[in-house]
């Protein structure tokens, strides 16, 4: 495998302060949609189409009968092999080629929706969404994958949107742009981003990185190569292991399958994964 | 705070208490997390398993949060302090050196365990101030002395001052009188079950806790403390901070890298705002407020406060080894006066000036809280005459006291009895709002009076937000910087300085047409205010050198830099001249003609050029001494900091080609640390300039072995030294360090001790400078489920706490009311800010918390049958006094439990426990009830900060159709 981008999100050092989820709000120009208080901080309750990525708070009594307060910053995973996109009807023959696909990976590893592609905004009839059911990361009731295509603004549904999620901000990556899969790689497919990347020595999020990293108070979420991130996140769970967190662990637990990498402090399903 | 944010990361051991510093002050978490990262500990103590409590460490299986019920950090604390006692657990050499432990008091000073329970000695039973039940008579919060001024020391105990080592305690038990033998006493009755008795904690928890706090009482550990409003919003909010600093002595853990106390502030500016003197007993700089007291009768009286070297609650010389910076208090206040009145011709003049400062009545207090009970008659109340309304007009300058004042209901109401009110603010505030229809016939913040009946003209002002002006802003670590204007303001919104400076013309030049007045401090104080013309004709007026102008001087004659605003037609304002001024300058009085327009380069340095540190008598001026040295002479060669500190790039920007405005320093490169070894701290010294002389540690005299001791001159943490000298302790040695307090070498003469801001430079352990007490001693808030105060004491409240008699007779539920049987207190959010109106205007940040909610415990919602979403009604006395409803979504959450509250007389020791936002209002975007409907006018004894964070409420689910939920 080819050196790819890979985003730790270090739960254990997350604070829950949402200000990933407004900055990437910000950045892609989302609106704000409705929302009321359900009695949970997490809000809007999921990622919907004006949320790339939601902060889930989560009250767990583990083993020693400790209460704990944890945050889970929820978003795409861009999977090394995006099942999303190999169920998506305008990704694949007859409809690419000739056509660029709906669902592109960079060969840096980020999977971003080309929104002019996705049938649901072309209002083609046959698509039925089928990201959103084939993305194996579901969440919610009834459990949707990450692909979202409504929200709710000013009591009115909005819902004729192409498929919204989590683009690893391709954009800030020195404005790369969505192109064929067979077009040749180019230095702007992520290589020319080398020294944006994190070393993860207390250096400062380099401004081209994701809206979300750059505003992380505590450096949560970090951007780097991956072979530079899946060593490091191993060392951040044995020292959890040693510091009061036995379960602690990485997820998902194949730390190749995906450019978006947890450390969490708990197993999985605790925050409902 | 003594340290500042990126310090943090130098801690062995954080405790956040009293503030929740992940939700509120996020950015501070980089550093908290970075010092986990490398080993540090956190411990969170909060009444709520909170957003910070989420990241509190594990220590021998146990996870260092405590639960403690709102209001009883001093029993914590003071459970803390005795541990670290009984165990031999603090820093004995740092006690003896630096602190007063050792000082022998008057023998007639008797602790809350001696003579009258709960109180300290000199109870007055009555006092004649309104706003206080009863008074100390401080006569024997005094020190015993050897010669006036030299206070005598207990040697038995502690041996000769700084002799060497104390290698495990004391020589010989303490003197009865001592310090140190008074605090034992005081401490004796908070054991660990009497602390979880009061605060509920658990007691495993709490002695965990303890041991990991107390072991940074090695030399070369230390440990900080975040508080902030959690900690001083209390009747007994400035004893909570005592007894964090008295922890932080018993530790050694004051001056050091890593430790400090640290009140993080809620603003960008607020720090800024409090040396400007937002607060009403104090002028810039931290100058004591002029008032009716014979020591301000005039201005000899008043420097002679200063000059005897005397602080100014201090009656007695200070001791020989003391620095008592407070002693160059009176070149402040000569050079604030010339400042503000500088024509008034030569000799007398500053005694005129003098005599122009407005004088507080020593009887009465000017806080918020009497500002709002000043705008109302009151009748005859609990032996008091009737209180007639003295205050009809009011100026909220980016204050929203409809959301943010304490008993909102009362404060709203309030604003009707004015004449007229101005809103300076980006939006249309709740408080400007508050005359509106409501919908039903009332108006928004009174419901039931008809807008019609309101005769309060209101006048709105649009303000310009932060990134619309320039100007500088100073935060919590004292890091002063200038900001940039980004964008114009939208429509006709102006900045804060060309409004006041448009104010302030237009208030001068009606004054000075009305006509001489028989008593002229009611004309002459306005009518003579310098408001230019800048700089220049002081120069001018002597025929004397041009003054130094640099490129940001301008044409403009005044505070304007000769640039019209279009939109407006009003000249704008320039906040470099203001700086300028606040900086100070030489004046012609100097006596130096080639002084004279020149800047004061520092408030306190040697100058070849004699161009440093200011004077009295007029020669200098300068709006704030702390901030003299910010805005310097461009090119000026003095560095009145620190010669021997090299500077990435070459240079030291202390005192580098950008100099002028200090302020304007962006050097993100850490200090080179040659002197000694030892790692990076992140001083910065080349980023923005700190108060004072860019010491980013202050008393930082206290990280070294003192005069006296074998190592005198040597940090006690070498890893992470602040300032260092050589061997003998002469050499300062420092490149890479801080600046270093007090200016002498401690193994050379003169040396002084390192508190320099008290006369006997010695922190205050015992600290007689208080209202309520020289100790800190637990008292129940004000508004209290407990029917007897829990230690068994006769005082269930402070004796001197701050209260108008009107809220006494009135907002005051009764202790232990079965009608409120909840503990109740307020808090904010990460997602909002404040009253709201910065976060509440915008939708983005609506929809992460779109609604006021009420946080409680599962089993008090299954109690009630609420469940999570539900409605609830909160009510408290002031609810039902005022009639207004407080309505709040539920969070039923594992995050509140039920209290244990053994002792305080409550039904079955245990109480429930919840806490409100109170961020929303009826003004913006998204809107909610305010926590403040709930709180009362009552306030600590010292600040008069409302009493916020702790009150008494009961609750009930709200259905959509009768009948509602029961009580509790
Ligand atoms: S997480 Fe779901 S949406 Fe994201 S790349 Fe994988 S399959 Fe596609
Ligand atoms: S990487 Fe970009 S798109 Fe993805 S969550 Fe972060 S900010 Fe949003
Ligand atoms: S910005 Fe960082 S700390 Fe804040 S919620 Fe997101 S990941 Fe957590």
């Known amino acids: 495998m080819a050196n790819h981008a890979m985003m730790l999100i270090d739960t254990s050092k997350c604070i829950g302060c949402k200000a990933c989820q407004v900055a990437c709000q910000q950045w892609h120009s989302l609106p704000a949609e409705d929302t009321t208080f359900e009695g949970s901080y997490t809000n809007p309750p999921d990622k919907s189409g004006a949320n790339f990525t939601v902060v889930k708070y989560i009250e767990h009594v583990d083993g020693n009968g ?96 192409p498929a919204q999620k989590c683009d690893f901000c391709y954009d800030r990556f020195g ?99 | 705070m003594t340290n500042h944010w990126n310090d943090i990361e130098n801690s062995d051991v954080i405790m956040i208490i009293g503030s929740n510093a992940a ?34 460490s594990t220590s021998n299986g146990i996870m260092l949060y405590s639960k403690m019920r709102s209001g009883t950090d001093i029993a914590f604390m003071n459970g803390m302090m005795k541990h670290a006692i009984d165990n031999g657990k603090v820093n004995w050499n740092y006690l003896r050196d630096c602190t007063n432990a050792s000082y022998m008091l008057h023998p007639g000073f008797e602790t809350c365990r001696e003579g009258n329970l709960g109180e300290f000695s000199g109870l007055q039973p009555e006092t004649t ?102 900690s001083t919003q209390h009747t007994y909010g400035t004893q909570n901070v005592r007894s964090y600093a008295m922890m932080q002595l018993l530790m050694g853990n004051t001056g050091v890298a890593g430790g400090g106390i640290n009140a993080l502030r809620g603003e960008s500016n607020v720090q800024g705002s409090t040396d400007m003197c937002l607060l009403w007993h104090i002028l810039p700089g931290y100058l004591a407020a002029t008032t009716t007291k014979a020591a301000h009768k005039n201005r000899t009286q008043y420097n002679l406060t200063y000059t005897a070297g005397k602080a100014p609650l201090d009656v007695t010389p200070g001791d020989p080894v003391s620095l008592t910076w407070w002693s160059k208090g009176n070149r402040y206040m000569d050079s604030l006066l010339q400042a503000w009145w500088p024509l008034e011709g030569a000799a007398g003049s500053l005694n005129t000036a003098y005599d122009y400062l407005p004088k507080a009545d020593n009887n ?47 404060e709203r109401a309030n604003l009707a009895n004015l004449d007229w009110l101005v809103s300076v603010d980006l939006w249309e505030t709740e408080t400007a709002a508050f005359w509106k229809p409501d919908g039903s016939g009332g108006s928004l913040g009174i419901p039931g009076r008809a807008p019609a009946t309101i005769n309060t003209t209101v006048y709105q002002l649009p303000a310009a937000a932060s990134y619309e ?48 007045s028989p008593h002229p401090n009611l004309r002459d104080p306005v009518a003579n205010l310098w408001w230019g013309p800048y700089c220049d004709p002081l120069a001018v007026a002597t025929g004397g050198a041009t003054p130094h102008e640099d490129a940001h001087g301008g044409a403009g004659q005044n505070y304007d830099d000769g640039a019209t605003d279009s939109r407006t037609g009003l000249l704008h304002a320039n906040p470099h001249k203001v700086a300028w001024e606040i900086n100070g300058y030489w004046c012609p009085s100097c006596g130096v003609p080639g002084n004279i327009g020149w800047r004061v380069d520092c408030f306190w340095a040697n100058h070849p050029a004699g161009r440093s540190t200011l004077q009295t008598n007029g020669a200098t001026s300068s709006g704030n001494w702390l901030y003299c ?107 890479g360090g801080d600046v270093s307090d007090g200016y002498k070498p401690p193994g050379g003469a003169g040396c002084r001790m390192p508190f320099i801001m008290h006369r006997e430079g010695h922190a205050h352990l015992f600290g007689y400078g208080r209202q309520d007490g020289p100790f800190p001693e637990h008292y129940e808030p004000w508004d209290t489920v407990c029917t007897q105060n829990p230690l068994g004491t006769p005082h269930l409240n402070s004796p001197t706490l701050f209260r108008h008699p009107r809220a006494q007779a009135m907002e005051r539920a009764t202790p232990g009311s079965p009608q409120f049987p909840a503990v109740a207190t307020t808090y904010r959010l990460t997602e909002h800010w404040q009253s709201g109106q910065m976060t509440r205007n ?35 006395q002031r609810t039902e006094l005022y009639g207004k409803r407080m309505l709040a979504k539920a969070c039923v959450t594992k995050r509140f439990k039920p209290y244990s509250l053994v002792g305080g007389g409550v039904p079955d020791d245990e109480v429930h426990h919840v806490g409100v936002i109170w961020h929303y209002g009826y003004s913006g975007h998204c809107t909610g009830h305010s926590a403040n409907l709930l709180t009362p006018h009552c306030g600590d004894a010292n600040t008069a900060i409302p009493e916020s964070k702790a009150f008494t409420c009961n609750l009930r689910k709200i259905n959509p159709t009768w009948p509602h939920g029961p009580w509790l």
């Open chain 1, 66 to 161: 400790d209460l704990r307060f944890l945050f889970f910053p929820d978003r795409c995973r861009h999977c090394l092999n995006p099942v999303c996109k190999a169920a998506c009807p305008a990704s694949n023959p007859p409809h690419t080629p000739p056509h660029p696909p709906a669902i592109h990976v960079f060969p840096w590893g980020g999977v971003a929706i080309n929104e002019s592609r996705c049938n649901n905004a072309l209002s083609k009839d046959w698509c039925n969404k089928e990201c959103e059911m084939a993305c194996p990361f579901k969440t919610g009731f009834p459990p949707k994958g990450v692909p979202r295509f409504e929200y709710e603004k000013d009591g009115q549904p909005v819902n004729n949107l």
């Open chain 2, 23 to 56: 939700e509120n002050h996020p950015i501070s978490f980089k550093y908290v997390i970075k010092a986990m990262h490398n080993g540090g500990k956190l411990i969170v103590v909060d009444p709520r398993f909170t957003r910070s409590a989420s990241k509190a």
């Open chain 2, 364 to 410: 009465r207090a000017y806080s918020h809280i009497d500002i709002f009970e000043d705008m109302v008659t009151v009748p005859p109340v609990g032996g008091f005459p009737e209180k007639v309304q003295e205050i009809f007009g009011l100026m909220c300058w980016g204050q929203n006291p409809a959301v943010g004042g304490p008993s909102a209901s009362f």
């Open chain 2, 842 to 876: 915008n939708p983005r940040l609506c929809q992460l918390q779109p609604e006021a909610f009420v946080e409680l415990s599962e089993e008090l919602a299954t109690a009630l049958g609420i469940s999570n979403g539900d409605t609830v009604q909160i009510k408290t």
């Open chain 1, 175 to 273: 404005n790369a742009d969505l192109r064929g899969d067979n077009d040749p790689p180019t230095p702007q497919d992520g290589a020319r981003f080398r020294g944006y990347f994190s070393t993860f020595s207390g250096d400062p999020p380099h401004s081209n990185r994701p809206a979300c990293e750059v505003a992380c108070p505590t450096c949560a979420l970090r951007v780097s190569w991956h072979t530079v991130v899946i060593p490091y996140a191993n060392s951040r769970v044995s020292s959890l292991q040693g510091d009061g967190f036995p379960d602690a662990c990485l997820y998902p637990p194949t730390p190749v399958g995906t450019h978006m990498l947890w450390v969490l402090q708990y197993r999985p399903e605790v925050y409902g994964l």
């Open chain 2, 129 to 230: 101030k309104r706003h206080r039940a009863n008074n100390y008579d401080k006569t024997t919060w005094a020190y015993q002395y050897v010669v006036a001024g030299q206070p005598l020391t207990d040697t038995a105990a502690w041996g000769a001052c700084n002799s060497g080592d104390i290698a495990s305690g004391l020589l010989a038990a303490p003197h009865a009188d001592s310090v140190w033998a008074k605090l034992i006493n005081q401490l004796s009755t908070y054991t660990i079950s009497e602390v979880c008795d009061i605060t509920g904690a658990d007691p495993t928890t709490l002695e965990e806790i303890y041991e990991v706090y107390t072991d940074t009482c090695a030399d070369n550990m230390s440990a900080c403390i975040m508080y902030a409003m959690g």
């Open chain 2, 469 to 516: 002006k320039e100007g500088s802003v100073c935060n919590s670590g004292r890091w002063s910087q200038w900001r940039y204007k980004a964008a114009e303001p939208p429509g006709l919104a102006m900045d804060d300085l060309s409004i006041m400076s448009e104010l302030a013309q237009r208030l001068i030049t009606a004054y000075q047409a009305a006509p001489p």
């Open chain 2, 629 to 735: 040295s910010h805005y310097v002479n461009p090119g000026d060669p003095i560095n009145c900091f620190d010669t021997s500190t090299t500077f990435p790039g070459g240079g030291a920007p202390d005192d580098g080609p950008l100099m002028g405005n200090r302020q304007e320093n962006r050097d993100p490169v850490d200090v080179v640390r040659t002197g000694y070894p030892g790692t990076q701290i992140g001083l910065y010294r080349g980023w923005s300039v700190c108060w004072p002389v860019n010491r980013r540690i202050i008393y930082n005299g206290a990280s070294v072995y003192q005069p006296g001791h074998p190592n005198v001159g040597q940090p006690l943490a070498p890893q992470k030294w602040v300032v260092a000298w050589d061997a003998a302790g002469t050499v300062f040695r420092t490149p």
